[in-house]
Structures are given as structure tokens and as C-alpha cells.
């Protein structure tokens, strides 16, 4: 399975951005998707999940300004960014897996595909 994202690019302080990640072919009938970010000189840290359920978990530093979403017929995860800060500055990755061992807790280790990311910019 191949994982792409899509949507990354540059906005100001308090603007907004949709991120879309799409899966190449059918992950199953029980699965979990997430983003994921990476700051230049920082670890990869989980920023927002969902399962086929439509179970969410979100960073408590993105609550109320971020929003996963997911269209099942198109294979589609999308993250919705407003209010972004400046610290919000990171290669962003979207990530799925069908086992989904813990994956509320948005661990690298729960999560077998990967994307190759996109690069959100946030400037004052």
C-alpha cells in the first residue's frame, strides 16, 4: 500500500491549509489511519488519528484547530489545519495500517505505511 499526500505549502500565522493523503489500494475493512509531523531537528510526532470506526485522537496542542476526516470510497484521509502557528512548521506524513495496535496513541510503531510527506510552512 502506498500512501500519498497532498495540500502542503506556505501560509501565514492564523491561516489555514487541508492536507488530503490518499491509499493506492484497500487497506481492509478495519483500519487506522494518522498524520504525523517532523520539524527539522525534532522526532516525528503524531498530530491527529482516526479508525474505521471514525474514532478520532488528536495532540493536545492541535485540539479545536485541527480536524481528521475520511472518505471510505475514496480511500481518502484529509486533515484540516486552522489558526496555524508558526511552531506548526514541519514535513508532514500520513501513515495507515490494518492491525492498529494501540493506535491512539499515535506511535510510529503502530503504523506500517507511510507517505512521503509535505512541507508546511507557517511565518509570522
Known amino acids: 500500500v502506498q500512501m500519498m499526500e497532498s495540500g502542503g505549502g506556505s501560509v501565514q500565522s492564523g491561516g489555514s491549509l487541508r492536507l488530503s493523503c490518499a491509499a493506492s489500494?484497500?487497506?481492509?475493512?478495519?483500519?487506522?489511519m494518522a498524520w504525523f509531523r517532523q520539524a527539522p531537528g525534532k522526532e516525528r510526532e503524531g498530530v491527529a488519528g482516526?479508525?474505521?470506526?471514525?474514532?478520532?485522537n488528536y495532540l493536545n496542542s492541535v485540539q479545536g484547530r485541527f480536524t481528521i476526516s475520511q472518505d471510505n470510497a475514496k480511500m481518502t484521509m484529509y486533515l484540516q489545519m486552522n489558526s496555524l502557528k508558526v511552531e506548526g512548521t514541519a514535513i508532514y506524513y500520513c501513515?495507515?495500517?490494518?492491525?492498529?495496535?494501540?493506535?491512539?496513541?499515535?506511535?510510529?510503531?503502530?503504523?506500517?505505511?507511510w507517505g512521503q510527506g509535505t512541507q508546511v510552512t507557517v511565518s509570522s
Open positions: 482516526i479508525d474505521s470506526d471514525g474514532t478520532t
Open positions: 501513515a495507515a495500517d490494518s492491525r492498529c495496535n494501540g493506535w491512539w496513541l499515535l506511535r510510529t510503531e503502530s503504523f506500517g505505511y
Open positions: 489500494e484497500y487497506i481492509g475493512s478495519s483500519y487506522c
